[in-house]
C-alpha cells in the first residue's frame, strides 16, 4: 500500500515521490531445497521505502490535442522507471507463538566482542527499477500496473548473510537463549541435528538482497496547468 505525488513534464517524462509500505516473509520449508530444509530458518520483514522515481513513457501518454507538431497521442501506454529510494526493514521469526526481531538478537555473533562481525543498519538504501503500463479512464483518473525491482546494499533482510554458523554457545552468553535458538532451526525438525556445525554453511556472503513490489494503482490529477499536474493513489 502506498502514496505519491508526480509531477509530468510532458507526455513522455514524469517524477514522483512516494511512501510504500509492503511484507516480505519466507521459509527454508517451503524451499524445495534439502540442504535450506535442513537449516529450518523463516522470517517475516515489513518495509516502508520512501521513493524518488523517474518515468519514462514508451508512448506520448495523454489525451489527443492538436497542436502545430500535431504529434499523435495515446490513452495508454508502458513506461520505464527508475530512481533512488530509502527503506527500513525489521527481520522477525516466530519462536514459541511470539514473533521476535532478529537484528537486536545478533543471529551471526554480532554482538559477541571480536567476532569481527558488525551489527546491519535497519534503514538502507535500494534502487528501484522496472516497468509498468498505464491507461488513461478520463482526463483525471489514470490507472496503473508496475512491477519493480530493488537492488538494495544489504544480505541481511532475512538476517541471514555469514556464510557460516557463529558458536551457539558465544551466542547464548551475550544475546541469551532465543539469539541461540534462532541462529539454528534444525534442531526443531524431527530427526535433526541437535546443534549446527560452527563451520557449517549458514549463508551466502556472495549475494546482497533483492525485494520486488507489484503494485496496482490509481491516480487522479488534483492540478492542470501548462501540462503539469499532482496526483496520488
Do not use: C
Not at 140 to 153: A, D, P, Q, V
Request: charged share 20%; aromatic share 12%.
Amino acid at each position: 500500500v502506498g502514496f505519491l505525488g508526480k509531477l509530468n513534464f510532458n507526455s513522455i517524462f514524469s517524477t514522483r515521490l512516494s511512501l510504500s509500505y509492503g511484507t516480505i516473509q519466507g521459509k527454508d520449508s517451503r524451499s524445495g531445497r534439502s540442504d535450506l530444509i535442513a537449516r529450518n530458518l523463516s522470517f517475516r520483514s515489513r518495509i516502508t521505502e520512501l521513493a524518488v522515481i523517474g518515468e519514462v513513457n514508451i508512448l506520448r501518454f495523454g489525451k489527443h490535442r492538436l497542436n502545430k507538431a500535431n504529434k499523435k497521442h495515446y490513452v495508454f501506454s508502458p513506461y520505464v522507471f527508475g530512481g533512488l529510494a530509502l527503506f527500513n526493514f525489521n527481520p522477525e521469526a516466530l519462536y514459541n507463538g511470539k514473533w521476535q526481531e532478529l537484528q537486536p538478537l545478533g543471529t551471526e555473533g554480532q554482538n559477541v566482542k571480536n567476532s569481527n562481525v558488525d551489527p546491519y543498519n535497519l534503514t538502507q538504501i535500494s534502487i528501484p527499477f522496472g516497468l509498468g503500463l498505464k491507461v488513461m479512464l478520463e482526463p483525471n483518473i489514470i490507472i496503473s500496473y508496475e512491477l519493480g525491482m530493488r537492488k538494495t546494499f544489504t544480505d541481511y533482510l532475512d538476517d541471514v548473510s555469514g556464510r557460516n554458523y557463529y558458536d551457539e554457545d558465544e551466542i547464548r552468553k551475550t544475546g541469551g537463549n532465543i539469539a541461540a535458538e534462532l541462529s539454528y532451526r534444525g534442531d526443531e525438525l524431527p530427526g535433526g541435528a541437535p546443534k549446527a556445525a560452527v563451520d557449517g554453511v549458514r549463508g551466502n556472503t556472495n549475494n546482497n538482497d533483492w525485494y520486488i513490489m507489484s503494485t496496482v494503482g490509481i491516480t487522479y490529477k488534483l492540478f492542470r496547468k501548462h501540462g503539469r499536474f499532482t496526483s496520488k493513489y
